[in-house]
């Protein structure tokens, strides 16, 4: 692995520094399998029978990645914020469909998600940039705004399976709380802001223990590449607390709308098990 400065052009402008950058062999990735061998040994040892899942793991990442990073390097050519904006619609719409399958037990869930998902990215993406945290240039969008989409994705199919799981616990409090005349908002709104906090925890535990207990990817990968220590804390704080926000707005969002699926125009509960 060896590390080659990165080309600055004259006129360039950036808030953050460019870091060197690494070029990493085709060897030392596959150098990289012998702990994925160390993996199935221990499948193998324990009969947990994970041989032919690693093995796809590994083969799935591999094209997976091999392609992302000749499509981010062709967005990254083109230069195009039109280009970078269908990329991003297009993770938006992957994540809607990973996020469905964690919360198959709140109906109607696609449209809550897809909007939780593209509200956060767009707020959290335009408040930076209209910072000046970011340059509006690919090289910041597309990763920055796949964070972005990720951990929203992941706070949204949290909290919408908690909030499923919640009324399903509670549809009898749910019912009597309708028949003394709550509307249906009225009914869960705890279970709204219980929903909520479980999908939010992860990310704060996260933000609580970074530097202690371990290292975030970007700041390990600006450290690897060269970057000054203290230049790759400030990029990874940056990242983290606007990480804070968009989940936050991508949660509220799906539970807000996500919990209508569970009643009727007149705010009935609907049994779902019938």
Same mark, same amino acid.
């Not at 949204?156 to 009597?176: H, K, M, S, T, Y």
């Not at 799906?254 to 705010?267: K, M, P």
């Given at each position: 692995?060896?590390?080659?400065?990165? +080309?600055?052009? &004259? *006129?360039?402008?950036?808030?953050?520094?460019?870091?060197?950058?690494?070029?990493?062999?085709?060897?030392?990735?596959?150098?990289?399998?012998?702990?994925?061998?160390?993996?199935?040994?221990?499948?193998?040892? @324990?009969?947990?029978?994970?041989?032919?899942?690693? %093995?796809?793991?590994? $083969?799935?990442?591999?094209?997976?990645?091999?392609?992302?990073?000749?499509?981010?390097?062709?967005?990254?050519?083109?230069?195009?914020?039109?280009?970078?904006?269908?990329? $991003?619609?297009?993770?938006?719409?992957?994540?809607?469909?990973? /996020?469905?399958?964690?919360? +198959?037990?709140?109906?109607?869930?696609?449209?809550?998600?897809?909007?939780?998902?593209?509200?956060? /990215?767009?707020?959290?993406? %335009?408040? #930076?940039?209209? *910072?000046?945290?970011?340059?509006?240039?690919?090289?910041?969008?597309? &990763?920055? %705004?796949?964070? #972005?989409?990720?951990?929203?994705? =992941?706070?949204?199919?949290?909290?919408?399976? @908690?909030?499923?799981?919640?009324?399903?616990?509670?549809?009898?409090?749910?019912?009597?709380?309708?028949?003394?005349?709550? =509307?249906?908002?009225?009914?869960?709104?705890?279970?709204?802001?219980?929903?909520? +906090?479980?999908?939010?925890?992860?990310?704060?535990?996260?933000?609580?223990?970074?530097?202690?207990?371990?290292? &975030?990817?970007?700041?390990?990968?600006? $450290?690897?590449?060269?970057?000054? &220590?203290?230049?790759?804390?400030?990029?990874?704080?940056?990242?983290?607390?606007?990480?804070?926000?968009?989940?936050?707005?991508?949660?509220?969002? /799906?539970?807000?709308?996500?919990? +209508?699926?569970?009643?009727?125009? /007149?705010?009935?509960?609907?049994?779902?098990?019938?």
């Amino acid at each position: 692995m060896r590390t080659r400065q990165s +080309r600055v052009l &004259p *006129l360039e402008r950036s808030v953050l520094p460019l870091s060197p950058t690494v070029d990493v062999t085709l060897g030392e990735v596959a150098a990289a399998l012998v702990l994925v061998a160390l993996a199935a040994a221990v499948s193998l040892w @324990r009969r947990a029978d994970l041989e032919r899942d690693l %093995g796809l793991a590994v $083969l799935r990442s591999f094209l997976q990645l091999t392609a992302v990073g000749y499509l981010i390097q062709a967005i990254f050519d083109s230069d195009s914020l039109w280009v970078v904006a269908a990329l $991003l619609a297009g993770m938006v719409g992957v994540g809607t469909l990973t /996020a469905r399958s964690r919360a +198959r037990a709140v109906p109607g869930a696609v449209w809550p998600i897809a909007l939780a998902l593209s509200v956060s /990215a767009a707020v959290t993406l %335009g408040i #930076v940039l209209a *910072l000046g945290v970011f340059e509006p240039e690919p090289r910041y969008l597309v &990763p920055v %705004g796949g964070m #972005v989409i990720g951990n929203a994705m =992941t706070a949204a199919g949290v909290a919408l399976n @908690r909030l499923a799981d919640e009324v399903r616990d509670q549809a009898n409090r749910i019912e009597a709380a309708l028949a003394l005349g709550a =509307t249906s908002r009225q009914a869960v709104a705890g279970l709204l802001t219980r929903s909520l +906090r479980s999908g939010l925890i992860p990310l704060i535990d996260q933000t609580k223990t970074t530097g202690l207990v371990s290292f &975030p990817g970007v700041m390990v990968g600006m $450290l690897v590449a060269g970057a000054e &220590p203290l230049d790759a804390v400030r990029l990874q704080l940056i990242l983290l607390w606007t990480l804070l926000g968009s989940v936050a707005l991508a949660g509220l969002i /799906a539970v807000s709308l996500g919990y +209508r699926g569970f009643f009727t125009r /007149a705010h009935q509960l609907i049994d779902h098990q019938a």
